[in-house]
C-alpha cells in the first residue's frame, strides 16, 4: 500500500497502473491513507489531479461514495478548492454525492459556500437544485447561516439571489433560525458586518 500512498502522491497514474499489474491480489478499494482513513481518490481529489481520479474512478466508480472517518466523500473535499473539473469528474461518477453529510451535517455545497468558491457553487447548484436547501443537522443551520459565520458576502448573494428567484416553495430563507433562534441577520449584527 505504500507503493500506491507515493503514486496517489504524485498523481502519478503510470505508477499505480504498473503497481496494480504486477500485484493482481492487490485491492485499490483497501488503500485507505492518513489518519483519516482516506482512500486514494480522497488524496486526488484534494491534490487536484485529474487524471489519476479518472482513473481510479475507471477502475472502481463506488470510490465516489466513499465516505473518510469526518464523513468526506471526494466531492466534499473537492469542494474546498477552486476546482471545477475536478468537481464535474465527481459528480458524473456520484451525483448523488451532491447531498452527502459529513459528521457535522454538511454537504458539498455547504463547504464550497464556507470557502466562498463560487464557480463550485454554481456547478453544485446546476446539478442538484435540491442541495442548497439541505439544513446542516447538529445545529440546524441554513447554508445561509455558514456563510455568515464564515463571513462569505460573496456565497451569501449568490445564495440569496438564487432562493428569490428559485422556483417552488423555499424551506429555507433570511429568516430561518438556527437551533439557538438566530437568524443570519442576528449573526451578522452579532458580529458586526455591517455588509451582510
Known amino acids: ?82 476546482n471545477t473539473t475536478m468537481v464535474r469528474v465527481l459528480l458524473d461518477a456520484n451525483i448523488g454525492a451532491c447531498t452527502a453529510l459529513d459528521q457535522d451535517g454538511r454537504t458539498p455545497l455547504h463547504l464550497a459556500a464556507m470557502r466562498d468558491e463560487l464557480k463550485v457553487m454554481e456547478l453544485l447548484i446546476e446539478n442538484n437544485p435540491a442541495a442548497i436547501f439541505q439544513v446542516e443537522n447538529n445545529r440546524h443551520e441554513t447554508i445561509l447561516h455558514l456563510c455568515v459565520k464564515h463571513d462569505k458576502l460573496e456565497a451569501l448573494k449568490k445564495l440569496v439571489d438564487y432562493l428569490v428567484y428559485a422556483p417552488g416553495p423555499n424551506s429555507i430563507s433570511t429568516n430561518s433560525r438556527d437551533i439557538d433562534g438566530n437568524t443570519i441577520l442576528h449573526l451578522a449584527s452579532e458580529s458586526r458586518q455591517m455588509k451582510v
Open 1 to 82: 500500500m505504500e507503493k500506491i500512498y507515493r503514486a496517489t502522491l504524485k498523481g502519478d497514474v503510470e505508477s499505480l497502473m504498473g503497481i496494480l499489474d504486477s500485484n493482481p491480489d492487490l485491492c485499490i478499494d483497501d488503500a485507505k491513507f492518513t489518519s483519516f482513513r482516506r482512500n486514494p481518490l480522497h488524496l486526488a481529489a484534494m491534490l487536484g489531479y485529474i487524471e489519476f481520479a479518472e482513473a481510479l474512478l475507471r477502475m472502481n466508480v463506488q470510490l465516489a461514495s466513499v465516505s473518510d472517518s469526518q464523513g468526506f466523500t471526494p466531492l466534499h473535499l473537492a469542494s474546498t478548492r477552486n
